[in-house]
């Protein structure tokens, strides 16, 4: 249409008409719609490479682009067309929730975000395993959250565990605080832009150690030190943190806290408008399991869930469309 | 019986075609063309029957937006190519022909054009809908550039501007309550002296300020030289006629499923969609469904090319378990 239109500034509100944790590709499709039609709208994501689409290297299939494109490259382009819309999009990650509240709450390393309604879209990569002796430190030394956690290492020693943009984006934050920081990447090589790349190369407290894993994370009460397979080769690094950045397949619900009906498996249950069994908390892609993980179909279904939430909001969700009558 | 993919040659160079293929696809919009995606890409012998006009709905629309992947928005009739070419790049054939009848009484289905019928292991229905038009001067002139059917769609476009809803259901009240938060006033005009929407429709409808109403009357005619600029009003008690200045029109007078065809073959619902599970089978074993044949809710590119890429894979899964 001939119409011309400037998209507004995005504001920011004391409370949002929705938050939708995670912006991948069913996160950011429901994030253009909520945005286009006019919702005020906040998209919390760990980072473009983080999802199950972001990693994948090449995709062919999603019809529209004859030209097969880098995840990372299709979840940006969703990304930059909510935010042309006006949705707000934060790189932070969710560490807990009260979607039994009004306004819903969702709290950050960061900080607190408040919305009228919540899209649950944060995908299935969560881990299967803890390594030995992780769930036992866990708030003793063990972290999943550089930016909350980082400034207890003031001068200390710490290692990072992942290949992703989140594992290079937490290492960097932690050399604000930390005195070395070893990035340990079980694979040789990391997919993260190449910019954190240089960064994370260049800086002089960082020691990266590819295709190393970790055995087990050592310590009486405390943190002391992580064994690790170094390229074959078993160490101890001595550490005072270790912060985990690996990922899985399972469904990514610890943050929920009380209230949101899961499956046995983990998995979030919702109605045919994609609704959990808490009203105004919706879940959409691969956080559901029982789908095959397509892009197209995780979008359609993210776009399915804006439209609920639209009428959710405007008291409409009672609507059966009857077109043809 | 004996299987043999087998090319038919497309029905404009005049051949007789008799092909026999694993799926046949009816319709040639996002969620046919998305489910071509797959299947030819999985490797299935794959003909898509794709109607005389090929693209489907978004091929009508001068931009669309809100396709996910398309931060510039894309030209309806773009995507429209860029569906089909990708189709035929994994190996689908895409034809511009009409289904004029089909047999789905037993395997091999029967798929008929014109000319040429063929014969598939696997069906998908994607055969759209199509909204109901007034069939008044202005209207295809101005459709998909001043004319909509979808506020979901192109209500963004009328930011600030005056807006005409033609229609009385809960749909041309939903909407209109929906293009309140564009628009700065929306006129509803309806045939009868009062609205058939349900009653909190109606109840919010009527508190709404932004919304009037024009009782009693039909659209005669769309104005307007190079952009819509206003209709023609009859009212249908007196006779009278009006002019009434609008930037834009959209017109909720029902949606037409097209599903004549599979009339007494596959389920259909009171209003004509056909009927499917969440994995888009029909009561037809082999038979699959996908795009807003389907679909009274969504009616989007995006929902349409999802349903098309589920009917894709179980279609799969389905010659996989049951060989001929």
Redesign the interface.
């Known amino acids: 249409?001939?119409?011309d239109?400037v998209a507004q500034e995005p504001s920011k509100p004391d409370v949002y008409d929705v938050v939708i944790i995670g912006g991948g590709?069913s996160g950011?499709?429901a994030a253009?719609?909520t945005a286009?039609?006019?919702l005020s709208t906040l998209v919390i994501d760990k980072g473009l490479t983080a999802g199950a689409l972001g990693m994948a290297s090449k995709i062919?299939?999603?019809?529209?682009?004859?030209d097969p494109v880098e995840g990372a490259e299709?979840v940006r382009?969703?990304r930059?067309?909510a935010r042309?819309?006006g949705a707000t999009f934060i790189d932070e990650k969710v560490l807990r929730a009260d979607l039994q509240a009004a306004p819903k709450r969702v709290w950050t390393g960061a900080g607190g975000h408040k919305g009228r309604a919540v899209i649950i879209a944060t995908g299935a990569m969560g881990r299967t395993r803890r390594f030995p002796g992780e769930d036992r430190l866990l708030g003793r030394g063990v972290s999943y959250c550089a930016t909350c956690d980082g400034a207890f290492f003031r001068d200390q020693a710490v290692a990072v565990a992942g290949s992703n943009d989140e594992a290079v984006d937490e290492a960097l934050t932690l050399t604000r605080f930390a005195s070395e920081v070893h990035v340990l990447n079980p694979v040789p090589d990391f997919n993260a832009p190449e910019k954190l790349m240089e960064e994370l190369r260049g800086h002089d407290k960082v020691t990266i150690h590819p295709s190393t894993r970790i055995a087990e994370i050592v310590g009486e009460n405390q943190v002391t030190g992580v064994d690790i397979i170094d390229q074959g080769e078993e160490k101890t690094l001595e550490v005072d943190g270790v912060f985990v950045y690996l990922q899985g397949n399972l469904p990514i619900t610890d943050f929920l806290g009380e209230g949101v009906s899961t499956s046995e498996e983990g998995c979030v249950v919702v109605d045919?408008n994609f609704q959990t069994n808490l009203q105004g908390v919706f879940a959409v892609g691969d956080v559901l399991c029982k789908h095959?993980k397509?892009a197209?179909?995780a979008?359609?279904?993210?776009?399915?869930a804006a439209?609920a939430v639209?009428r959710y909001l405007?008291?409409?969700e009672?609507?059966?469309?009857?077109?043809?009558? | 019986m004996e299987f043999e993919p087998k090319i038919a040659p497309p029905e404009a160079e005049g051949h007789e075609g008799n092909g026999t293929y694993e799926l046949v696809i009816i319709g040639g919009g996002p969620a046919g063309l998305t489910a071509a995606i797959y299947t030819g890409r999985a490797r299935i012998s794959t003909h898509v029957c794709a109607g005389t006009l090929p693209g489907g709905q978004p091929a009508n629309t001068a931009d669309v937006d809100n396709f996910p992947g398309f931060p510039d928005g894309v030209d309806g009739t773009e995507l429209a190519q860029r569906f089909q070419g990708q189709a035929k790049r994994f190996g689908a054939e895409v034809v511009p022909e009409t289904v004029t009848e089909v047999d789905f009484s037993e395997r091999p289905f029967t798929i008929r054009c014109s000319r040429n019928t063929y014969r598939a292991q696997a069906v998908i229905v994607a055969t759209g809908a199509s909204p109901r038009r007034l069939g008044i001067p202005g209207e295809d002139k101005f459709y998909g550039r001043g004319v909509s059917s979808c506020a979901t769609c192109d209500g963004f476009f009328y930011r600030d501007k005056q807006v005409v809803v033609v229609g009385g259901g809960d749909a041309a009240i939903d909407e209109s309550l929906f293009l309140t938060k564009f628009a700065e006033k929306v006129t509803v005009i309806h045939r009868r002296d009062e609205l058939r929407a349900t009653k909190i429709f109606r109840e919010r409808a009527f508190a709404n300020p932004k919304i009037d109403f024009v009782w009693d009357s039909v659209v005669e005619e769309i104005l307007g030289d190079q952009t819509v600029t206003g209709v023609r009003v009859r009212n249908v008690k007196n006779g009278e006629t009006s002019m009434l200045e609008t930037d834009g029109v959209f017109v909720y007078i029902g949606m037409v499923p097209k599903s004549e065809l599979f009339s007494g073959q596959l389920e259909l619902d009171d209003n004509g969609y056909i009927v499917s599970n969440r994995r888009q089978h029909t009561n037809v074993p082999g038979v699959f469904v996908a795009g807003d044949v389907q679909d009274p809710h969504y009616r989007q590119v995006v929902t349409a090319a999802g349903t098309g890429a589920i009917a894709a894979m179980e279609a799969e899964r389905y010659l996989g378990e049951y060989p001929y």
């Open positions: 249409m001939n119409v239109f590709p950011g499709s253009i719609y286009r039609a006019d062919a299939n999603f019809p529209g682009l004859p299709l382009r969703i930059d067309q042309s819309f045919e095959v397509q197209v179909i979008a359609a279904e993210g776009v399915e439209i639209d405007h008291g409409r009672e609507f059966r469309p009857d077109w043809s009558r």
